[in-house]
């Protein structure tokens, strides 16, 4: 897991961390040489993070070539994450926010590759690049 701090851009919150994902993942989860970037197509594949703050960020890269993915935090109902963009370059951005988490507790973020995919994207892949924490 790589961790390093920035200067937080929501009103109240000093700092920010960004952790590279997964910091667990299944053995058919692939990470890109060099990059942040672990995908996979593999339906159930699964990536965890365990975090400790009252938010979290999940950042992937969206592309046409991307299927929906299914994101829950602590065991709670999970939301179906939708990864499909027009464009066929890779675009980084947050695809998933859970607010209003205790601060004091540790939580358990859960990604799970789905067999789902929007009915204009070429392939199923899910990606994940990193998720912001505060």
Do not use: C
């Not at 910091?23 to 593999?42: F, K």
């Not at 299914?70 to 859970?98: C, E, I, K, M």
């Amino acid at each position: 897991m790589h961790l390093h701090r920035e200067r937080g851009e929501r009103p109240g919150v000093p700092e920010r961390k960004v952790v590279l994902l997964p910091v667990r993942r299944a053995p058919d989860l692939h990470r890109a040489g060099g990059s942040g970037n672990t995908w996979s197509n593999t339906t159930g594949d699964t990536a965890t993070l365990s975090f400790e703050g009252s938010y979290v960020a999940l950042n992937s890269t969206a592309y046409n070539g991307q299927g929906i993915m299914s994101v829950s935090v602590d065991g709670g109902a999970a939301t179906s994450v939708d990864l499909y963009r027009r464009s066929s370059q890779g675009v980084n951005a947050p695809v998933f926010t859970a607010d209003g988490l205790d601060p004091t507790a540790t939580h358990i973020l859960k990604v799970t590759v789905t067999v789902t995919k929007n009915p204009s994207s070429q392939r199923n892949w899910a990606s994940l690049v990193d998720a912001n924490i505060a």
